[in-house]
């Protein structure tokens, strides 16, 4: 009898075994399936969006600094239409980069959920998936510092164009005034500068000037000197305009002090947070290459293979590491402010890879046929194919 017991509780034993070791990869392939569907479709989403934005350092910066209406703003209804048409562009690529920033903060959720099912994967298929949730988050945050940065810049110019704009009101009213101190003269006119009321408020900040501070506080110091420079303006002109002639007076004072602080030197206009940018778009190209090794490891010892389970053999990464070879291109360019020789996809990633960081742990690996590359003497176009799909998305890095 007492056999019989132990036989049968080692039966049990061994089938409750058997039930967690079925229920333990059951669990480990719905772990894998739901994370390659969470990478695939992430990816691909940020990588159609980011493809489709519209480049500011391309398009916005170069036309403030080649519009010669923009520049000479000698005629007004010229300089101001130009402004107006430069801010309607402006617009698109902040409603842009705000979707796509939108995007990775969704998926950054998504990946922080599967992040508790990974963290319960035994043996080498666990640490792979914690590897490739953990670079994500840590590409994810990147992302948002970096986009931020750029949205920062860009809700700066937006702020510039409100500035360019009243400056152009400040001319209009001063060439309707002259020297004039006359009450009854200046109040006809003095509905003008309507628009600069706004700045006698000392609350007033412009749309995301606490954004724009965070990144560019050098600039936004130069914000505030116009702040104050428009509000003297307002605030003697007001006088002016009811009589209060001895107090405007002594607030021209404050007009000419301010006035002589809000030079703004453009040619390094938005260059404060280029080296911190640079770090983080370079610990972005170690993540990146880094999460690809972990998904190459895990296709090429065929880990994706389960009994009776479909195959988890379905990941993007070489759509993810042609757009990552755009990228360092970028990246090679801002250390060495040189643009690649190569013609060929292999050409190019050999002489990308004499910057740091290196990505020798993948270079070799990439499957060539997902990325078509032109360099041709105005650009350097990059088409990145999903071979699963056979969707096409398109990059480029124009040569200043």
């Known amino acids: 009898m007492n056999l019989i017991k132990i036989r049968n509780l080692l039966l049990v034993f061994l089938t409750l075994f058997i039930l967690l070791f079925v229920g333990y990869k059951y669990f480990e392939w719905k772990t894998f399936t739901d994370l390659a569907n969470a990478y695939n479709s992430a990816w691909f989403s940020e990588l159609k969006l980011s493809s489709g934005l519209v480049q500011p350092g391309v398009d916005l910066y170069d036309e403030i600094s080649n519009n010669k209406n923009l520049n000479q703003g000698k005629d007004v209804d010229a300089f101001v239409t130009a402004v107006n048409d430069t801010q309607t562009k402006l617009n698109i690529v902040i409603n842009g980069q705000e979707g796509y920033l939108d995007q990775v903060g969704q998926d950054k959720i998504m990946f922080s959920n599967l992040q508790r099912g990974t963290n319960l994967l035994l043996g080498e298929r666990g640490d792979l998936a914690r590897r490739i949730v953990g670079d994500q988050l840590s590409y994810y945050q990147n992302e948002q510092t970096g986009n931020k940065s750029t949205l920062a810049g860009l809700y700066g110019l937006t702020a510039l164009f409100t500035i360019w704009k009243d400056n152009v009101v400040v001319k209009q009213f001063s060439d309707a005034v002259g020297s004039s101190t006359d009450a009854s ?41 116009y702040k104050r420079y428009f509000a003297s303006y307002y605030a ?3 006088d002016f305009s009811v ?4 107090t405007a007076k002594l607030e021209i004072q404050s007009v000419i002090d301010n006035w002589a602080n809000i030079s703004i030197d453009y040619s390094s206009i938005f260059n404060e947070t280029n080296s911190s940018i640079l770090d983080e778009e370079k610990d972005t190209l170690k993540k990146v290459s880094d999460q690809a090794v972990a998904i ?27 757009q990552m ?3 360092k291109t970028g990246i090679y360019h801002s250390i060495t402010s040189k643009y690649p020789n190569a013609k060929t996809v292999a050409g190019l990633i050999s002489e990308i890879s004499t910057i740091s960081p290196k990505t020798d742990n ?32 398109n990059y480029f890095i124009t040569k200043n």
């Open 236 to 238: 003697a002109e007001k």
């Open 243 to 246: 009589g209060n002639t001895d």
């Open 325 to 327: 070879y755009d990228f």
């Open 185 to 225: 003269y200046i109040s006809k006119y003095f509905s003008e500068l309507a628009p600069l009321e706004k700045y006698s408020s000392s609350g007033f900040k412009f749309e995301h000037e606490d954004l724009i501070k965070e990144y560019y506080p050098e600039f936004t110091n130069k914000i505030d000197n």
């Open 296 to 322: 190459k490891d895990y296709k090429s010892k065929k880990l994706y293979k389960y009994p009776l389970l479909p195959d988890i053999s379905v990941w993007k990464e070489d759509l993810v590491l042609c």
């Open 362 to 393: 993948v270079d070799n690996r990439f499957d060539k046929s997902a990325m078509k590359f032109v360099n041709s003497d105005k650009k350097l176009e990059f088409t990145c194919i999903d071979k699963y799909s056979k969707t096409k998305l």
